[in-house]
């Protein structure tokens, strides 16, 4: 597997950012699809964010879109998630993982598969 290491989370006020990095190293970088998914302590996980390898088409969560943005840095073998406007409800752990499109007409959502150790997002 790729090996996928999270950093960039922290504590911050409602209305703050932060800026998550995914550095990826490993057999190979370049799967499908890369992206972001959280989990809050209770809840099952939920999609955010991610980026096709193909197009550089993106997918967000309605629950984030407008506020955060995916990229990708191929160069450095990394992506980001930018979280601009942060909520309260947007605390959780944070993981990056490897994704397969699942394509539904013109449009297609993340199916997640490997993944790193997290990181903590708290918003207060």
């Known amino acids: 597997h790729v090996q996928l290491v999270e950093s960039g989370g922290g504590s911050v006020q409602a209305g703050g950012s932060l800026r998550l990095t995914c550095a990826a190293s490993?057999?190979?970088?370049?799967?499908?699809?890369m992206g972001w998914f959280r989990q809050r302590p209770g809840k099952e996980r939920g999609e955010v964010a991610a980026?096709?390898?193909?197009?550089?088409?993106?997918y967000y969560a309605s629950s984030v879109k407008g506020r955060f943005t995916i990229s990708r840095d191929n160069a450095k073998s990394r992506f980001y998630l930018q979280m601009n406007s942060l909520k309260p409800e947007d605390t959780a752990m944070y993981y990056c993982?490897?994704?397969?499109?699942?394509?539904?007409?013109?449009?297609?959502?993340?199916?997640?598969?490997?993944y790193g150790q997290g990181t903590q997002v708290t918003v207060s």
């Open positions: 993982a490897e994704c397969a499109p699942i394509v539904d007409g013109d449009h297609w959502t993340p199916a997640f598969g490997y």
């Open positions: 490993g057999p190979s970088y370049e799967r499908a699809c």
């Open positions: 980026i096709s390898s193909a197009d550089s088409s993106t």
